[in-house]
């Protein structure tokens, strides 16, 4: 099957109901997304296909059709906004969930540019953080935000 991963096209031997996580872990080796909980409870397997943020221990990777954006393909020759927030901000305690959280922040600001507080509460309630950092993981996301709409014309 085919699948394109962060702007590279890919040719796969797998199964199609093998979970998208592991297509991208096992036979890609691509590491950002993590093994959390398996039952797309904790968001930290989350990519974004097509756009939208979804959970790739959830979908099977026969399903894709659209392409997908891990972690790995976010920074350019600069790291993305929301990253560079994220290290401003200094939101990462253990860093398990980090690349779940930024990838669900990344959908979040395309969707929605400006974000109220409830807003980013109600889109990020899906990704668990075990340290806490939640007012981090907020303000970062305001600040990524102002980033973006100071990039925009």
């Known amino acids: 099957m085919k699948l394109t991963v962060n702007g590279t096209d890919h040719t796969l031997e797998a199964e199609a109901d093998m979970p998208l996580l592991w297509a991208l872990r096992d036979i890609l080796d691509i590491k950002g997304p993590k093994f959390g909980c398996g039952a797309g409870l904790c968001g930290a397997c989350t990519v ?5 943020a979804v959970r790739s221990c959830q979908i099977a990777t026969g399903d894709v059709d659209k392409p997908v954006l891990t972690i790995e ?3 350019g020759d600069e790291l ?14 253990c860093g398990y969930c980090q690349s779940g959280q930024i990838m669900n922040a990344v959908a979040l600001l395309q969707s929605n ?12 309630a899906g ?11 907020r303000a970062a996301i305001h600040k990524a935000a102002a980033k973006l709409a100071g990039a925009r014309p």
């Open 48 to 52: 974004i296909v097509g756009g939208e």
């Open 73 to 75: 393909g976010l920074a």
């Open 80 to 93: 993305h906004p929301v990253q560079q927030a994220w290290i401003e901000e200094q939101v990462a305690q």
């Open 113 to 124: 540019p400006a974000p109220s507080d409830d807003e980013i509460d109600a889109a990020m």
């Open 127 to 137: 990704n668990l953080c075990r340290c806490g950092t939640y007012p981090r993981i």
